[in-house]
């Protein structure tokens, strides 16, 4: 299969649907000329112009709220939030308006809109340009939240958020842009809720999402060596949340860690422990790990940043500390 | 300019009739205990919602906010669903889970009474957008408070409308209150219309307690919207006749010393005296409106207290279109 | 004791501090002349002045940011957001400002503030004016979370926190103020970071917060009669977390039930869990047990309203549930 | 009006070089790969940052942006703690953890850059409540750009200080570009000067290229402000030379278009042609302030390389000031 970036495959996925419905529509901070911040809407200005491709004023509010206001008369709406942190500025319009409409108007309201955004650490961005805040959008009921770890997911997922009749919250992650991935040339799409198995093993579950995945992957070839054993489970949608695969991973398994960027306390993992403390409970052989940010601000120094971020080797120890334990 | 017919000078009398019931009967419901929740009325203010809204057809939008009764009512929405709404039944609007706050009817173009201060001006910047992309001629209308006029989302919503030349008409319903604060200590400009200014659109001050005057600046407006000319800031200067919320007395913070002298322009009496001496109204036809207003207010109380409550499992409906 | 009203014991707070620190101010909306929306500023106005207790314009970002900005130069405002929900509004200013720039800045910043707010759901407010979004800000690092549950701790907590030299966001209740409870005369501070066994039991642990306390305390008589003994605790402030007195308490009794009005779904709760099901996994018995919200937003009927909040039976059922999982 | 002497010209002039000097130390250490993160260049906007805090004391306060090396300098900031912070070493204003976008030292009055557009104009707001509260007769500058002047946090922040006449002046740097997005495209407005009259406030035009104009400005609102008279809303135009970080060539959306016309203007040239001309500067004085400037800032550099990283375990401390 073509392998091409997940930045590529973010805008495949815009050309696709924008050439196929033309009520779709994009609008964020310099996506025309500049092609985005991170070079997700590269090229799409020239293909459908400057009404459906739509540089915005610095006004994060207004962003959402004409993301809403058009959906709700009938459009598709692809918001871009230039970055995650930025969410907060607009986080009453996705979470008072965008997520509730539906709800409070008693089911009669065109709520297809898609918020794009990208989070994560890794460039020393400091405190207000790499966070990870999946876990507020989550709780959140109305929203749905995909998180994808892969080209080809961001594809497909892509495609099927902007399908999707609810609003999806689609973070991507600012180091997964520049990495390759197999990509079908073919029309795929990715059914929201669907959670993915990136690697088999039989002693122990990991359930990692976005940049997580791959630095799993890592530790987990490395662990094969010692003769350890993981699985790896993907979610790709936070919610809906595909608890089936997780939790026959945990019953097969019988071990648990759970591994994001986001700071841990109160971040998405701990919504996963509690599932399986409660779901599975009667499978776990050990205490549930959590391999998440330390919890702190994320600092600018590159050598606090890698420290506070959790990486490999931070899942290796984390899988290491759980099989001593037994 | 565009002039006030008979016909429209009727409806708008009618309207505001139908507003002015509606509010002083849900103000009898709730003080009876029989609607939960709470209630924000907006006797004092229905020649603003009935002038504007006599421009409108069904496809044009509104959002309005948690005063949000009349206009709802001047944008179509009936009696029945909306009491309903009020006495949570799943007859009403929002099947019981919206109440007052949250009144909406798509279909009517009423995207929604809001329960965040200045929530949907950003909103009708966007439906204003998306009309525009879908290449059709209609309008949306935005209505919200003085108060509203110092959140951060109103200078987004206009500015974004401004600079894109959206067809959407922003009416300020300037009732110098802001909850329990007086205008004046929540801003230090005189006119709200002034703010237009910042995002080089037409700013209008239009007497709010004069149905004329209102119908033919929202016209203008509309007009000057609908020709792809760009959204105009309308103040409509007028008062809230009650506190706040039902059971606010307004003694508090001043609202007694002020809306005295506002008592005497009320545009119901005004505006029939206007019609009345005009011979486009008598007395007569005067009651016969109160008459089938009220007739249908009382169908509609009785046809929402009969209506059937929401059942449990309703709770967790139309959170998703699909799961 | 002298008892007096929840909303009582934050005018005695407020007042106090007011008192006692000249750089103590309020502002909010409505706070001034009407005494808050809840009423719990009544009185300061005449007592401290206009440029003490400030009415604010419905400016939410305005209003934090202003707070944070006077703290900078030296003062401790206690902001009032009127409803939690509104936070939305002001999210930037709190999480991205307030929470970090004493760590962005190196540890050189007075960020000595609070932000009083009221949460919860119970009086037909519907979906914009019923949430309970504590998990929000116990992610973030740089903020202190403060969750009374009765007049004596609204009272003590609130001292604490106006002397704190942290940001506190503190959540009241807006069924609580209406409930009277007994508040010591002399002065007393409360600290955050404890804890309280608000009823001993060996069978098993609830951890409740804010409104929850009230209704586990209530089911918990009730099955007493059935001869089921249940410890209680209010950890009442969820950052930082008395974890020990949590894990103790779990170690003693072997099971875990929480309950908070807030939705289920990454909610705090999740944290709770996931930190038993990691620390004291040795000591569970059962399942972990959380009794929360359901999955929606809060609708305005009071039937659905309080089909969809947990209450006492939600409690009782729950910890039955519990008893036959063994 | 408050005069500009000899010695604030010549202050004027050497923070200009200072910071122009940073700006080119700093774009060449980024691209020689010893600076992490990104930056974001003042060159072309120092008689801003230098015209205005030329008027400032160690009390009067600023807040900044995400181009906030100028105002750091301007204020008062040394190169030497500046560096460090990009070096992202433990001698830096922050230790390391805040970066190019935070560096902030209450102490000398910089409450901090500010990587959220329009972030600071709120907190600048509330310092200026503070300062009034605590009977100190100071001032604070907020600096911001024309893109933030969409921002809902710029309405709020004004608006509030308008209110409550606090003694702030807001100094918008309108540079013509919100990252890629001309300012045409942005908002509709001419001047965002005209911003002011939505508060209410006086609204002010001034070249950003002039320095004395921007003093002259800059003074007539900060003395306005000190006597208790409320803030000003000061629009510099002005230009970034460069793109809008350290590594955009600006060519995509227009700016090496406009920029061209704006170089001829550049304030060191120009206003070091002025000082000339009034015999204020001689070429010999010009080339020690610049042979200072240089001794001083690769001094700084070499400080802030020899300085340590901070400790694995300073990511977890300042998070709170007791816990
Ligand atoms: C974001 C937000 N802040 C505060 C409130 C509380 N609140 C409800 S109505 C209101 C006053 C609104 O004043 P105005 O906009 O003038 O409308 P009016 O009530 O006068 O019609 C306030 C403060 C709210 N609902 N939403
Ligand atoms: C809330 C927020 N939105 C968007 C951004 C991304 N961003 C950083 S700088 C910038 C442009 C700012 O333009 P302007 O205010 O004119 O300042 P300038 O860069 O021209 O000095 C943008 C969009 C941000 N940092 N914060
Ligand atoms: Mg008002
Ligand atoms: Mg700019």
């Keep these: 299969m073509r392998e091409i970036l997940y930045r590529e495959a973010i805008i495949e996925a815009l050309d696709e649907e924008m050439a196929r419905d033309d009520s779709v529509f994009l609008l964020g901070e310099d996506i025309a000329e500049f092609g985005g911040s991170y070079k997700t809407t590269v090229g799409l200005l020239d293909k459908y112009g400057a009404e459906r491709v739509r540089n915005t004023p610095i006004s994060e509010q207004g962003i959402i709220g004409a993301a809403l206001g058009a959906a709700l008369v009938g459009m598709r709406p692809v918001a871009e939030l230039m970055y995650i942190d930025f969410s907060a500025v607009a986080m009453d319009q996705i979470v008072n308006q965008v997520a509730k409409v ?36 989550v709780h959140v009921p109305g929203l749905k939240v995909v998180m994808p770890s892969s080209a080809r997911d961001a594809k497909g997922l892509l495609k099927a958020s ?12 600012k180091l997964l842009y ?88 109160c971040g998405w993992g701990a919504e996963i422990a509690a599932l399986a403390a409660k779901d599975a409970f009667d499978y776990l052989d050990a205490p549930i790990e959590r391999v998440c940010a330390k919890e702190t601000p994320v600092p600018f120094s590159p050598k606090l940043e890698s420290y506070v971020i959790p990486g490999k080797d931070d899942v290796i120890a984390g899988v290491r500390g759980m099989l001593e334990t037994v | 300019m565009i002039r006030l017919t008979k016909a429209k000078a009727l409806w708008i009398y009618e309207t505001m009739v139908r507003i002015r019931r509606f509010e002083e009967r849900s103000i009898e419901l709730f003080q009876a205990g029989e609607l939960p929740g709470f209630l924000h009325a907006y006797i004092g203010e229905e020649a603003v919602a009935a002038g504007v809204c006599a421009h409108l057809t069904p496809k044009d939008q509104i959002t309005s906010t948690h ?15 909306m009491f309903a709404e009020l006495y949570a039944r799943a007859t009403g609007y929002c099947k019981g889970k919206g109440g007052s706050m949250h009144i909406a009817d798509q279909d009517l173009g009423a995207l929604g009474a809001n329960g965040i201060v200045g929530g949907g001006i950003p909103i009708a910047a966007g439906a204003a957008l998306g009309l525009k992309l879908k290449g059709e001629n209609h309008v949306v209308v935005s209505f919200f408070g003085d108060g509203a006029s110092n959140e951060g989302a109103f200078h987004e919503g206009i500015n974004i409308a ?28 005189q006119d709200i219309a002034d703010r237009a200014k ?126």
């Design chain 1, 102 to 137: 539906r709800y409070m108007f008693g089911g009669k309201a065109n709520t297809s809109l898609v918020i794009r955004t990208q989070g994560g650490a890794g460039r020393s961005s400091a405190a207000q340009h790499a966070q990870s805040l999946e876990a507020w959008f």
């Design chain 1, 162 to 173: 902007i399908r999707d009749d609810d609003p999806v919250f689609f973070i991507e992650h």
């Design chain 1, 178 to 265: 520049l990495e390759k991935g197999a990509v079908p040339e073919e029309e795929e799409i990715i059914p929201i809720g669907v959670a993915e198995v990136k690697r088999e093993g039989g002693d122990l579950t990991i359930v990692a999402t976005s940049s997580m995945v791959g630095k799993s992957l890592a530790a987990a070839e490395e662990l094969e060596k010692e003769g350890v054993s993981c699985e790896i489970i993907d979610p790709r949608t936070l919610f809906p949340l595909d608890t089936e695969t997780i939790l026959a991973s945990i019953r097969k398994t019988g071990r648990l860690l759970i591994t994001h960027e986001a700071v841990q306390r």
């Design chain 2, 67 to 81: 005063r949000g009764h009349g206009h709802m009512i001047a944008k179509g929405l009936h009696y029945k669903g």
């Design chain 2, 162 to 189: 401004a600079t894109w030349k959206l067809p959407a008409v922003f009416v300020c319903e300037n009732n110098g209150f802001a909850e329990s604060t007086p205008r004046a200590t929540h801003q230090a400009v």
């Design chain 2, 198 to 323: 910042a995002y080089g659109i037409p700013g209008i001050v239009v007497d709010g307690m004069d149905p004329q005057a209102v119908f033919e600046a929202a016209g203008e407006a509309i007009a000057h919207a609908r020709k792809g000319r760009g959204p105009t800031l309308i103040e409509a200067k007028t008062m809230r006749f009650l506190g706040h919320y039902v059971g606010d007395p307004g003694t508090a913070y001043g609202h007694d010393k002020e809306v005295g002298k506002w008592l005497k322009r009320d545009p119901l009496i005004t505006f029939a005296e206007t019609l009345e001496k005009k011979k486009w109204l008598s007395k007569k036809s005067i009651d016969a409106i109160h008459e089938k207003v009220n007739k249908e207010m009382e169908e509609a109380i009785e046809f929402a207290r009969k209506s059937p409550e929401p059942e449990l499992d309703d709770a967790m409906t139309d959170i998703y279109a699909t799961v």
